[in-house]
Nanobody, 121 residues
Framework: QVRLVESGGGLVQPGGSLRVSCAASGSFFSVKVMGWYRQAPGKQRELVASILPSMTTHYADSVKGRFTISRDNPKNTIILQMDSLQPEDTAVYYC???????????????WGQGTQVTASS
């Protein structure tokens, strides 16, 4: 059974920093794209950042220059370092991964359980 296990998050004052991490576990052949989405109350889930096995990254315009995504391929883990957090960054952050169970599998979408990130004074 494939699982995405998240850790980190919490409460920080505006301008502060937090880190969230996500590890893929279970039986699978390859982890393709991994990333983070977020969903604030009353809003749609949106992509925050993603990273390929090649380490190519993509960021939402709203977080460029403030958030950094990194990846450890052997450990199937990603980390999102969030600096200069603002109240508008407050949301539940969800880890996402496309994972191939078999060698030629195009991959299925998997989600973590979500972790709360709050920037508030």
């Amino acid at each position: 059974q494939v699982r995405l296990v998240e850790s980190g998050g919490g409460l920080v004052q505006p301008g502060g920093s937090l880190r969230v991490s996500c590890a893929a576990s279970g039986s699978f052949f390859s982890v393709k794209v991994m990333g983070w989405y977020r969903q604030a109350p009353g809003k749609q889930r949106e992509l925050v950042a993603s990273i390929l096995p090649s380490m190519t990254t993509h960021y939402a315009d709203s977080v460029k220059g403030r958030f950094t995504i990194s990846r450890d391929n052997p450990k199937n883990t990603i980390i999102l370092q969030m600096d200069s957090l603002q109240p508008e960054d407050t949301a539940v952050y969800y880890c996402y991964a496309k994972i191939g169970i078999a060698e030629y599998d195009r991959g299925d979408d998997y989600w973590g359980q979500g972790t709360q990130v709050t920037a508030s004074s």
